[in-house]
């Protein structure tokens, strides 16, 4: 391999690369966010979804970091075939014990490298220039893993350099770690806590970092600093005071009660009696419920109508907190929505019916004045699926039919 040319090596340690990051985030995505994500909903640490915005902004920077990465990488394979870097081949000539040691001692130390670096990005002036960038997520997703300012991309990938130069490290012990420190970073940024509530009593555990650890760091900044390892942050003071007690508070959470086969079975039955369900029961057309993703508190009542063979909808009613403006205009629209009354607004249109579906259409959220583009079904008589989607992104709002 050391007699390809650069132009030939480096797009294969880019994918290389690219595929570390794409395929841990993506499945933590995937089995949190997407296909398990009625499971794990009561364990979302900040009790909110991480915004579409947000998460293409964490998947753009972590591929500039991932460029950055695969650079660097190179650079050392370059540099070990001429013999500069502390690696080895032949698998004999250190022995098993040292290959277990050798992994062992690279998260050692990319535990502290990480923990004094990161404290250093928080130095105000750095922190404006550099580290800013990881924390626009303040409340992230999986995508966050690599999402680095170049600069900071630069340091953290000066870990690899300072573990050649210092640690005799087999091939495959360096791709052990890089795979570790991806899963544990993808960890830290799910938004998820998925470890039982005892984890933290666990005395052979309790001192490995959780998801709600550095989540903490991007909801408050200034605490929970560390990587992979609570030590850093204990022995200096940074954790977090209401660590543990926000651990537990988030694993104590009950999932959702309620019946919902049975409740179904009765709004079922309440569709059939009804004759205004029995003429729409296989439309969305009609009037629906929507609920707030926070608070579980119903939000606003929205008219859907047919309109040209295509479905449109205005919302009828809203339901506001006592903090709220009364009358609550769309700020944010534009053209002719522009500081128009959110009630009467139509908000939701163009959708065509596609077999089961009802595809084609777009939604707008008033609340930040975006539109998505939107496909909506029944999954029964009384529940309309609402997905909008941003780019590859998407998320599914349940609505229930109101008489
Ligand atoms: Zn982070
Ligand atoms: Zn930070």
């Known amino acids: 391999m050391q007699n390809l040319s650069f132009s030939e090596l480096f797009p294969y340690v880019l994918f290389t690369d690219f595929l570390r990051y794409f395929l841990v985030a993506g499945a933590a995505y995937l089995v949190f966010w997407i296909i398990y994500s009625k499971k794990w909903q009561h ?3 900040q009790k909110k979804s991480p915004e579409a915005k947000s998460m ?3 998947f753009g920077y972590s591929m500039s970091t991932v460029f950055i990465f695969a650079l660097i990488g190179l650079g050392i394979m370059r540099l070990k075939s001429a013999g500069f870097t502390l690696m080895y081949d032949n698998f004999e000539q250190w022995g098993g014990v040292w290959f277990v040691l050798s992994i062992a001692l690279m998260i050692l130390l990319h535990d502290a490298w990480f923990y004094w670096t990161h404290r250093l990005m928080h130095n105000p002036i750095i922190f404006r220039h550099v580290h800013l960038v990881h924390h626009r997520s303040t409340n992230p997703s999986p995508w966050a893993a690599y999402s680095f300012h170049p600069i900071e991309a630069v340091i953290e990938a000066g870990i690899f350099v300072l573990i050649v130069f210092t640690i005799p490290a087999h091939e495959l ?5 890089l795979i570790y420190m991806i899963i544990r970073n993808v960890q830290g940024h799910l938004g998820i806590e998925f470890l039982s509530k005892n984890f933290l009593n666990n005395r052979w555990l309790n001192w490995h970092t959780t998801t709600t650890h550095h989540d903490l760091h991007h909801k ?3 605490h929970n600093f560390g990587l992979y390892f609570t030590w850093w942050d204990k022995w200096f003071g940074t954790e977090h005071p209401k660590y543990q007690e926000t651990f537990e508070e988030v694993t104590a959470r009950e999932k959702e009660s309620g019946n919902p086969k049975s409740a ?3 709004n079922i039955l309440f569709g059939v009696l009804l004759l205004n369900n029995v003429a729409s029961a296989q439309s969305p057309v009609g009037t629906w419920k929507t609920v707030d993703d926070k608070s579980g508190n119903t939000r606003s009542i929205v008219q859907i109508e047919e309109k040209n063979g295509m479905l449109e909808g ?9 903090c709220e403006q009364p009358e609550p205009v769309c700020t ?4 002719e929505r522009k500081n128009a009354k959110i009630v009467g607004m139509n908000f939701l249109w163009d959708f065509k019916k596609d077999g089961k579906k009802w595809t084609g259409g777009h939604i707008l959220d008033p609340g930040n004045g975006t539109t998505y583009r939107s496909v909506i079904w029944l999954e029964d008589v009384n529940t309309l699926k609402v997905r909008g989607y941003w780019g590859i992104f998407w998320r599914t709002q349940t609505w229930t039919r109101t008489q």
Do not use: T, Y
């Not at 012990?173 to 770690?177: G, H, K, P, R, S």
């Not at 944010?332 to 053209?335: D, E, F, L, M, T």
């Open 43 to 45: 364990r979302i640490i």
């Open 56 to 58: 293409w902004l964490e």
């Open 173 to 177: 012990a360096l791709f052990i770690f």
């Open 220 to 222: 408050h900044f200034n």
């Open 264 to 266: 179904r079975a009765i």
């Open 314 to 322: 205005k919302v009828s009613q809203l339901f506001l907190q006592p």
């Open 332 to 335: 944010k629209c534009s053209g």
